[in-house]
């Protein structure tokens, strides 16, 4: 029978006079090598640590055995919470480890074989069923079903090569397309462009989410697959500055009845996304001699192409369009012509320092940054303005209704 190891007081104290636990056991049967670790603060955590030395030694014997992957991914996803497409998503993702790994013990799965089958993987999803593999078994790890995870042992997971983006060449041209698309579509249009949102944010969007004299629009949900998504946290919510063509394109939108949606769709409801492409986008650039046609999705790279283009940094633009500083580099960066001050404003944002023996918020710090990058470029952003309204709304942000104040005055 496999011994249980033994939970004992030592003699010695701490340095404060403080009571110290140990364990001990053998590795095998009577007169084998015995292991002994102690130094432990009670008698509970010494348990502990010899309950999961205890289990690591019996892995090694194979007195326990792990489960097969197939288990192993039906427990993870049964316990993922997720939004219900995300689950499905990664249960799609993983399939593809399962049809070849799922009869095998997580514990007899081997590097090299991973490795192997990472390559039989069509390149456009191999980074992410190969990502969704670690994932399950970093969870075994942690579960302790397993010590290492084979999935990252000595293999390579590159994601995949930016695709070339798509933006729009000018203001010109997408005039041009909000005319072919009439009065109803055609504000929408120039209004997604001069904001960056995603489709499903401007889906969503609301009247009372729009500041008009603060020059402001507030992100606080999405529309995705037939249902409203809130962020997981108040912090998510995100201010985007409404330059002069975005508050001129609202004023354009013919009048939608009761409905609180900016854009809604013929009967008030959210907007229909599938049918729009179909039956409207598609004819409207092919009838303003637009090519290659772009997606409605590239009103987002425009937005991100025009600003870099005018000199807002990437540090800045970073917040205004929800997402990291890193996939903005990733996707944009070529275009941008602080990447090395950007990179420096990364790691100072969080310092704090003296100045007259009071201490400065690293917030301030970027608004003013922001300012100056402002006065020293005066380039239109996209041929439309100069950048001047981001300085003031990130002044109107950090500064409360002193910055507002400036915005109007300025």
């Given at each position: 029978?496999?011994?249980?190891?033994?939970?004992?007081?030592?003699?010695?104290?701490?340095?404060?006079?403080?009571?110290?636990?140990?364990?001990?056991?053998?590795?095998?049967?009577?007169?084998?090598?015995?292991?002994?670790?102690?130094?432990?603060?009670?008698?509970?955590?010494?348990?502990?640590?010899?309950?999961?030395?205890?289990?690591?030694?019996?892995?090694?014997?194979?007195?326990?055995?792990?489960?097969?992957?197939?288990?192993?991914?039906?427990?993870?996803?049964?316990?993922?919470?997720?939004?219900?497409?995300?689950?499905?998503?990664?249960?799609?993702?993983?399939?593809?480890?399962?049809?070849?790994?799922?009869?095998?013990?997580?514990?007899?799965?081997?590097?090299?074989?991973?490795?192997?089958?990472?390559?039989?993987?069509?390149?456009?999803?191999?980074?992410?069923?190969?990502?969704?593999?670690?994932?399950?078994?970093?969870?075994?790890?942690?579960?302790?079903?397993?010590?290492?995870?084979?999935?990252?042992?000595?293999?390579?997971?590159?994601?995949?090569?930016?695709?070339?983006?798509?933006?729009?060449?000018?203001?010109?041209?997408?005039?041009?397309?909000?005319?072919?698309?009439?009065?109803?579509?055609?504000?929408?249009?120039?209004?997604?462009?001069?904001?960056?949102?995603?489709?499903?944010?401007?889906?969503?969007?609301?009247?009372?989410?729009?500041?008009?004299?603060?020059?402001?629009?507030?992100?606080?949900?999405?529309?995705?697959?037939?249902?409203?998504?809130?962020?997981?946290?108040?912090?998510?919510?995100?201010?985007?500055?409404?330059?002069?063509?975005?508050?001129?394109?609202?004023?354009?939108?013919p009048a939608n009845g009761r409905s609180p949606l900016v854009?809604?769709?013929?009967?008030?409801?959210?907007?229909?996304?599938?049918?729009?492409?179909?039956?409207?986008?598609?004819?409207?650039?092919l009838a303003a001699g637009i090519t290659p046609l772009r997606?409605?999705?590239?009103?987002?790279?425009?937005?991100?192409?025009?600003?870099?283009?005018?000199?807002?940094?990437?540090?800045?633009?970073?917040?205004?369009?929800?997402?990291?500083?890193?996939?903005?580099?990733?996707?944009?960066?070529?275009?941008?012509?602080?990447?090395?001050?950007?990179?420096?404003?990364?790691?100072?944002?969080?310092?704090?320092?003296?100045?007259?023996?009071?201490?400065?918020?690293?917030?301030?710090?970027?608004?003013?940054?922001?300012?100056?990058?402002?006065?020293?470029?005066?380039?239109?952003?996209?041929?439309?303005?100069?950048?001047?309204?981001?300085?003031?709304?990130?002044?109107?942000?950090?500064?409360?209704?002193?910055?507002?104040?400036?915005?109007?005055?300025?």
């Open positions: 029978m496999f011994q249980q190891g033994q939970v004992f007081r030592l003699r010695t104290r701490g340095s404060n006079e403080s009571q110290r636990w140990a364990y001990r056991y053998r590795v095998g049967g009577r007169g084998s090598k015995r292991v002994q670790r102690g130094g432990f603060k009670s008698e509970q955590a010494a348990i502990e640590a010899l309950e999961r030395a205890l289990e690591r030694l019996q892995r090694e014997r194979g007195l326990v055995e792990a489960p097969p992957l197939r288990e192993l991914v039906d427990v993870y996803l049964a316990q993922h919470d997720g939004e219900p497409e995300t689950v499905e998503k990664l249960r799609w993702l993983l399939g593809k480890a399962v049809g070849t790994f799922g009869h095998r013990r997580i514990s007899h799965l081997r590097p090299a074989e991973i490795a192997a089958w990472r390559m039989t993987i069509p390149a456009g999803h191999r980074f992410e069923a190969t990502q969704a593999l670690r994932q399950v078994l970093a969870r075994a790890v942690s579960w302790g079903l397993i010590d290492v995870n084979p999935a990252k042992q000595g293999i390579d997971n590159p994601q995949r090569r930016r695709t070339e983006k798509w933006p729009f060449e000018s203001w010109d041209e997408l005039e041009a397309l909000a005319t072919e698309l009439g009065p109803r579509y055609g504000p929408l249009v120039l209004f997604a462009a001069a904001t960056g949102l995603r489709p499903g944010e401007w889906i969503a969007l609301e009247h009372r989410d729009i500041d008009r004299e603060a020059g402001v629009l507030y992100v606080r949900r999405a529309y995705r697959n037939g249902r409203i998504k809130w962020p997981k946290t108040e912090a998510s919510v995100r201010a985007v500055p409404l330059q002069t063509i975005a508050l001129a394109a609202l004023e354009r939108l854009f809604p769709s013929p009967n008030g409801g959210h907007f229909d996304l599938h049918n729009f492409r179909n039956r409207y986008w598609k004819p409207a650039q997606r409605v999705y590239d009103l987002r790279h425009t937005f991100a192409t025009f600003a870099l283009r005018a000199g807002i940094s990437t540090f800045d633009l970073s917040p205004y369009m929800g997402t990291s500083l890193g996939m903005i580099d990733r996707h944009y960066g070529h275009l941008a012509r602080d990447g090395r001050q950007a990179a420096g404003h990364v790691h100072r944002r969080r310092v704090r320092r003296p100045r007259g023996g009071r201490s400065v918020d690293a917030e301030r710090a970027q608004g003013e940054r922001h300012c100056g990058l402002s006065r020293r470029n005066r380039e239109p952003l996209g041929g439309l303005e100069p950048p001047t309204p981001l300085c003031s709304l990130a002044s109107s942000l950090i500064g409360g209704n002193d910055g507002v104040a400036a915005r109007q005055g300025h």
